[in-house]
């Protein structure tokens, strides 16, 4: 008897698939035969646009990549410039960088299981979750002065030290989280539903793991161990105790739990981090601070020899790193790095360097070369490759999506299993189309 299949389009325009990705199922009843992924939806020129900015200007591009974890694709994109550059962070920044990378990463995975057990009919778990994500993002936007849009890191360093408080706000939330994370466990890892959805659904065996390039959380639940920040460490990974999460099956439900305890590593790398990071130079009682727009009147009036004497007080989104506190931060580089905003207020060679290194045809010159560097991203490596031709920008920008190749071996993940198991495989992949597309 002839086999009888027919198509079926799920996506864009379906809950699951958040408008963003197409997928053409051929059908034999309800078992799926066969799929076709059709990407491209949200497609940004990301790499075209870093291209025709200066290295600085680059930057904020970068937000938009995996714009569940932007503080992550911020300092992936600038430790490859200064790969090329030659420029090593200094002590507390490079800390600081880390803070930021974890606190993000966390945001990241709770959004993922949220977002997943939600769209598997737990809207009590996608709740939790996502109160412990707003703690977070409440001191993302302390931290950096936005929410999602952080733009935080910078060539040389990063835009502004921890603000104040920061570390005692983390300490009290992280009890918080802990235990949302914690009541969100107890609703799902042994729930008869959860589990008939998830588990042996959507298995990925080690061997198509390590052939399509898969990385992060998916490549873990096989059992491979496979971490940048342990492999190839970065920053101040090394100097750090964690845990390498791996699980045994490779299925969804593999990839759950493995994100669940990653969340935990990521708040003890924070705490370590605030525990160990050195105090960065600062005098804070020997200035004045005065608004920026006293800055301003002052100038304007002729009393310029207060300046000196006097630091910028302006909110998180316009924040400089601090005179006080830049050599903590920022490589002391001028011809490349952005002078703190009091320089910028406060004399005319810091408003100069600061126009000099946004500015068109004008903008920091980083050597020719070319350099690839790879960081622990939500969903695994991403990679930039930069090429430098010497000028104001670069001549070349490719980035390493790592939710690419997952999305490569959708089709093999799908086939033979049911219409409905594509909710939660399609889930555990947490596509994210600005990083597919770019």
Known sequence: MTRKTYFLNMGPAHPAMHGVVRLILELEGERIINTEVEIGYLHRAFEKHAETETWNNAIP??????????????????????????????????????????????ADHLTCIG??????????????????????????????????????????????????????????????????VADSEALLTKNRIFLDRVEGVGVLSRED????????????????????????????????????????????????????AEIEQSLRLVEQCLKAMPEGPHSLAAWDMKDAFNFQDMGKSG?????????????????????????????????????????????????MNQFERVMWSWGARIPAGEAYHAVEGGNGELGSHIVSDGSDRAYRVRCRPPCLFIMAALPKLLKGSYVADVVATFGSVNMIAGELDR
């Open 61 to 106: 591009y970068t937000d938009r990549l995996n714009y569940v974890s932007p503080l992550i694709n911020n300092v992936g994109f600038c430790l490859a410039a200064e790969k090329i550059a030659g420029l090593t962070v200094p002590e507390r920044g490079q800390y600081i960088r880390v803070i930021a990378c974890e606190v993000s990463r966390v």
């Open 115 to 180: 977002a997943n057990a939600m769209e598997l009919g737990a809207f009590t778990v996608f709740l939790y979750l996502m109160e412990a994500r707003e703690l977070l993002y409440r001191l993302i936007d302390d931290l950096c002065g936005a929410r999602v849009t952080t733009d935080y890191a910078r060539i040389g360093g990063v835009k502004a030290d921890l603000p104040a408080g920061f570390a005692e706000k983390f300490r009290a939330i992280a009890p918080q989280i802990r235990k949302l």
């Open 209 to 260: 793991g390590l052939a399509y390039g898969i990385t992060g959380p998916f490549l873990r639940s096989t059992g491979i161990p496979y971490d940048v920040r342990r492999a190839h460490p970065y920053l101040v990974y090394d100097r750090l105790d964690f845990d390498i999460p791996v699980g045994s099956r490779g299925d969804n439900l593999d990839r759950y739990l493995v994100r669940l």
């Open 303 to 351: 009393n310029t020899a207060l300046l000196s004497r006097c630091l910028a007080n302006t909110c998180r989104t316009l924040e400089g790193a601090g005179r006080d506190k830049a050599p903590g931060l920022l490589v002391q580089e001028p011809a490349l790095v952005m002078p703190p905003k009091e320089e910028t207020y406060g004399s005319i060679e810091g408003l």
